[in-house]
């Protein structure tokens, strides 16, 4: 099987034009086929701001309703996806930029309301790999931005953690697939004041142990299920690190088992 790097940026990049230039010097060289996931919460969070709209966030999960769903769609689907597509292009890495929407890759259901109403928030219930197979069989890299939909014409903000996961575990029927999430950390960390204090291996029972001794906080506990998720589920491996990782093995990071 062909190896398929599936590779994850949040914030600290997306935000940082030195950061962003590099990490995609290294994406463009690459060899192997390749995919990026990118959010963009905190632009979105700026662009709001200046509307006018106050962001509305509940235990660091953003409320997506009407308002926010739009200026989701422009930050995440345009700005930031078709700056990145057009900075790759100039590196001679020939991208295309997609939402769930494009080429019915990735189908979500509107989250039920319990306790809380997240608005126009998807959980994911479908990928469709065959538009992401034939670009990839052409050398040309999918750049998913955290957008789905429900097949009835609506757009739904989802977590771009997620989105990641489940492209990794469509997609391991077809190839060996690594998924990396690249973060402002070396990986999760015994001590959060000391960078080097990097947990170099989780499985369940390891995670199970971080979480009772309180290392794990409640922010990564989301990032750490959907990685246990994908090596259960076919991916072959998965790895939570700093820009670096999915380009040089010798950077530290975590890498998760079975």
Not at 2 to 21: A, F, T, Y
């Amino acid at each position: 099987m062909q190896e398929l790097k599936i590779i994850k940026i949040g914030g600290n990049v997306i935000n940082n034009e030195k950061l962003l230039s590099d990490f995609l010097d290294d994406f463009a060289k690459l060899e192997s086929p390749k995919i990026l996931v990118h959010g963009g919460g905190r632009a979105a969070s700026e662009l709001s701001v200046k509307m006018g709209i106050n962001p509305k966030m509940i235990n660091g999960r953003r409320i997506t309703d009407t308002d926010t769903l739009e200026i989701i769609t422009m930050v995440y689907g345009g700005k930031i996806n078709k700056n990145i597509v057009a900075q790759l292009q100039a590196r001679k890495c020939n991208s295309i930029g997609f939402s769930g929407a494009d080429g019915n890759t990735i189908v979500s259901v509107k989250r039920p309301v319990t306790t809380i109403d997240y608005g126009f928030v998807g959980d994911v219930v479908e990928i469709n790999t065959e538009t992401s197979r034939i670009l990839l069989d052409h050398k040309i890299s999918p750049i998913f931005c955290a957008i789905t939909h429900d097949e009835n014409g609506q757009l739904l903000n989802t977590n771009a953690d997620t989105i990641a996961a489940e492209l990794a575990i469509a997609l391991s029927k077809s190839y060996k697939v690594a998924l990396y999430y690249c973060f402002e950390k070396n990986g999760v960390l015994t001590d959060i004041t000391d960078d080097d204090s990097v947990v170099e291996k989780i499985n369940e029972k390891i995670f199970e142990d971080l979480k009772r001794e309180e290392i794990i906080n409640e922010g990564m506990l989301p990032k750490i299920h959907n990685c246990l998720q994908a090596i259960k589920r076919g991916v072959n491996s998965v790895h939570i690190g700093n820009n670096a990782m999915p380009f040089n093995t010798n950077v530290k990071c975590t890498t998760f088992q079975q």
